[in-house]
T-cell receptor, first 114, second 114 residues
Framework: AQSVTQLGSHVSVSEGALVLLRCNYS??????LFWYVQYPNQGLQLLLK??????LVKGINGFEAEFKKSETSFHLTKPSAHMSDAAEYFC????????????FGQGTTLQVKP | DAGVIQSPRHEVTEMGQEVTLRCKPI?????LFWYRQTMMRGLELLIY????????DSGMPEDRFSAKMPNASFSTLKIQPSEPRDSAVYFC????????????FGQGTRLTVV
């Protein structure tokens, strides 16, 4: 069965610093991976997705993620954090079959300090 | 398209009462998902539909929970009777279906059972 593990429930960075949010996956088949962001009192919004094309995926708001099969990882990065990036971030993997259901990690709360 | 629309945004009810949450998916989407979000459990998939048919309800916590999708543009999640431990944010999401496609989330319904 597919699963994802997000390392670190809370990450704090200074404004302008590198953002690195970690995600490792487990999948018995080639995975399709997603990163979502959730702002307070909002639904989840797609940041980017990996669907077996390029291993380096660029998303919205300057975020990108690199799929590394050898490390079973799909870490999310942004070169320079903005205050507006403070939110909760979820990594997800497509579940079994072809239904499109997503299995989510526990989430990482990103705090950006001025 | 207005996106996935959920109602109500907030619901406060007394223990034992029936609660009905509503969802209108994005037009043209074939798959619909109900998720529950809590601090303790994170995002849990409760049930999903494909072409209005329930495919997997293994995530539904108890018989008190039921979901229907009478047509392609409407779904309900009902809790009867409600209990305080049902307090959570409930999200509806829809997608075109398939492993590569992302899910689009509604704003959620925050349910408080007192």
């Amino acid at each position: 069965a597919q699963s994802v593990t997000q390392l670190g429930s809370h990450v704090s960075v200074s404004e302008g610093a590198l953002v690195l949010l970690r995600c490792n996956y487990s999948s018995s088949v080639p995975p399709y991976l997603f990163w979502y962001v959730q702002y307070p009192n909002q639904g989840l919004q797609l940041l980017l997705k990996y669907t077996s094309a390029a291993t380096l995926v660029k998303g919205i708001n300057g975020f990108e993620a690199e799929f590394k099969k050898s490390e079973t990882s799909f870490h999310l990065t942004k070169p320079s954090a903005h205050m507006s990036d403070a939110a909760e971030y979820f990594c997800a993997v497509s579940g079994d079959g072809n239904t499109g259901k997503l299995i989510f990690g526990q989430g990482t709360t990103l705090q950006v300090k001025p | 398209d207005a996106g996935v629309i959920q109602s109500p945004r907030h619901e406060v009810t007394e223990m034992g009462q029936e609660v009905t949450l509503r969802c209108k998916p994005i037009s043209g989407h074939n798959s619909l998902f109900w998720y529950r979000q809590t601090m303790m459990r994170g995002l849990e998939l409760l049930i999903y539909f494909n072409n209005n048919v329930p495919i997997d309800d293994s995530g539904m916590p108890e018989d008190r929970f039921s979901a229907k999708m009478p047509n392609a543009s409407f779904s309900t999640l009902k809790i009867q009777p409600s209990e305080p431990r049902d307090s959570a944010v409930y999200f509806c999401a829809s997608s075109l279906g398939g492993k590569r496609t992302e899910a689009f989330f509604g704003q959620g319904t925050r349910l408080t059972v007192v």
